[in-house]
């Protein structure tokens, strides 16, 4: 939503249909129809492949394959042999069941063939909300933005989460955080997105903790995905400054693991943005329960068992110089101005899992 020159809100949002509850994945079948879809390729990484199957059999005939080979990152290879597959055996719709990866893989497949997706999401990274794709080759990763790869229906099932380790619902949630505090100092956040970042972050930060204390919480699974789906919502349609920048680089370059990197890095970005996001840094703090987001975010962190150091998730103190030159190259729009001297604190805070600090 924007003010156009008539001085008028206008609200341009775009959104995937939503099916959420528990058990809803009974109603996939169903949500195929709607989409007058019968020959369904279904995507899941090799680990995960009992879900392909489960989907497999729910929807009978209306299977057409099982492609499980889905990988972090979407590599352009696989998502090749993917596209492939789809043309090969004339699927009309794609269904991916799983995190970001498999997802991005669906989005690779649509990206090529508009063919419609269905999202059945398992982690809380939030990406089957967004129109946003990215695909990796030769350690390169693009990312763009193109409405044929948002999903057309997404089928959240909190139950289908009950096998995500605390580690992960941790880290994954938290990259879903990242997009909600991102999108309330974004140049083009409205009170629409703004109120789903306040409403995810609240969700996720009462329902993490009470994940890890008991990974069979069921409430406090439907918590987290009801709070991934909002967090989502705002990436999908709120611009990301400098902590979405900061982690494409870091994953680009040093090979880190997304969702920590996200999880290690989010209190610094929002410690080097406070001053110029006041506002937006009380939203933060206030959804969170504390009286300072980025101490606040770093202690949840930390009390939740995930990782707060770049050195202990695979980076080296020496390519701190290299992701400063490259993180400064292209600008983009970010409260602070970006710059390489506060960049190096920033980092280098984030390197030793140092608290987070606004003189960065
Ligand atoms: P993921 O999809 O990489 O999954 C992490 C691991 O958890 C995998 O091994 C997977 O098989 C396993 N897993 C997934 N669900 C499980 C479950 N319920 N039980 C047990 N194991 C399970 O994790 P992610 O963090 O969701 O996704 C990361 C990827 O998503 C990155 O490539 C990132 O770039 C992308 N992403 C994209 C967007 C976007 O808007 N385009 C947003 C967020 C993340």
């Given at each position: 939503?924007?003010?156009?020159?008539?001085?008028?809100?206008?609200?341009?949002?775009?959104?995937?249909?939503?099916?959420?509850?528990?058990?809803?994945?009974?109603?996939?079948?169903?949500?195929?129809?709607?989409?007058?879809?019968?020959?369904?390729?279904?995507?899941c990484?090799?680990?995960?492949?009992?879900n392909g199957?489960?989907i497999?059999?729910?929807?009978?005939?209306?299977?057409?394959?099982?492609?499980?080979?889905?990988?972090?990152?979407?590599?352009?290879?696989?998502?090749?042999?993917?596209?492939?597959?789809?043309?090969?055996?004339?699927?009309?719709?794609?269904i991916a069941i799983g995190?970001?990866?498999?997802?991005?893989?669906?989005?690779?497949?649509?990206?090529?063939?508009?063919?419609?997706?269905?999202?059945i999401?398992t982690?809380?990274?939030?990406?089957?909300?967004?129109?946003?794709?990215?695909?990796?080759?030769?350690?390169?990763?693009?990312?763009?933005?193109?409405?044929?790869?948002?999903?057309?229906?997404?089928?959240?099932?909190?139950?289908?989460?009950?096998?995500?380790?605390?580690?992960?619902?941790?880290?994954?949630?938290?990259?879903?955080?990242?997009?909600?505090?991102?999108?309330?100092?974004?140049?083009?956040?409205?009170?629409?997105?703004?109120?789903?970042?306040?409403?995810?972050?609240?969700?996720?930060?009462?329902?993490?903790?009470?994940?890890?204390?008991?990974?069979?919480?069921?409430?406090?699974?439907?918590?987290?995905?009801?709070?991934?789906?909002?967090?989502?919502?705002?990436?999908?349609?709120?611009?990301?400054?400098?902590?979405?920048?900061?982690?494409?680089?870091?994953?680009?370059?040093?090979?880190?693991?997304?969702?920590?990197?996200?999880?290690?890095?989010?209190?610094?970005?929002?410690?080097?943005?406070?001053?110029?996001?006041?506002?937006?840094?009380?939203?933060?703090?206030?959804?969170?329960?504390?009286?300072?987001?980025?101490?606040?975010?770093?202690?949840?962190?930390?009390?939740?068992?995930?990782?707060?150091?770049?050195?202990?998730?695979?980076?080296?103190?020496?390519?701190?110089?290299?992701?400063?030159?490259?993180?400064?190259?292209?600008?983009?729009?970010?409260?602070?101005?970006?710059?390489?001297?506060?960049?190096?604190?920033?980092?280098?805070?984030?390197?030793?899992?140092?608290?987070?600090?606004?003189?960065?």
């Open positions: 939503m924007e003010r156009n020159s008539n001085g008028e809100w206008v609200f341009g949002g775009q959104i995937p249909r939503i099916v959420f509850g528990i058990d809803s994945l009974q109603h996939l079948p169903r949500e195929m129809a709607l989409l007058d879809a019968t020959r369904a390729l279904v995507l990484t090799s680990s995960r492949r009992e199957e489960r497999a059999a729910l929807i009978g005939d209306r299977c057409v394959g099982i492609f499980d080979e889905a990988e972090m990152h979407v590599p352009v290879v696989i998502a090749k042999k993917a596209v492939a597959k789809a043309a090969e055996l004339a699927a009309d719709c794609v995190g970001g990866s498999t997802i991005g893989l669906a989005k690779a497949i649509a990206l090529e063939s508009s063919l419609p997706v269905i999202a999401p982690t809380y990274s939030g990406s089957e909300m967004t129109p946003i794709f990215g695909m990796t080759e030769s350690g390169c990763k693009t990312t763009g933005k193109d409405v044929r790869v948002l999903p057309r229906t997404v089928l959240y099932d909190p139950s289908l989460t009950l096998a995500l380790r605390a580690g992960v619902s941790v880290t994954s949630g938290i990259n879903a955080m990242a997009h909600a505090c991102e999108g309330l100092y974004a140049a083009d956040a409205n009170p629409i997105t703004s109120m789903w970042a306040v409403e995810g972050l609240r969700a996720l930060t009462d329902g993490l903790p009470r994940v890890v204390r008991n990974t069979a919480d069921i409430d406090a699974r439907s918590e987290c995905l009801y709070g991934a789906w909002l967090c989502g919502a705002v990436l999908g349609n709120a611009s990301v400054g400098l902590h979405h920048k900061l982690c494409h680089t870091l994953g680009g370059t040093c090979n880190l693991p997304h969702a920590e990197t996200h999880t290690v890095v989010l209190p610094h970005a929002l410690a080097y943005n406070a001053a110029f996001a006041p506002e937006a840094l009380r939203q933060i703090a206030d959804a969170l329960g504390v009286t300072d987001a980025p101490q606040g975010l770093f202690d949840l962190a930390k009390s939740l068992g995930a990782p707060t150091a770049l050195k202990d998730i695979g980076m080296q103190e020496n390519d701190i110089d290299r992701c400063v030159e490259i993180a400064v190259q292209n600008p983009y729009a970010n409260p602070a101005p970006i710059e390489a001297k506060r960049l190096r604190v920033l980092l280098e805070n984030a390197y030793h899992g140092r608290r987070p600090s606004s003189a960065a």
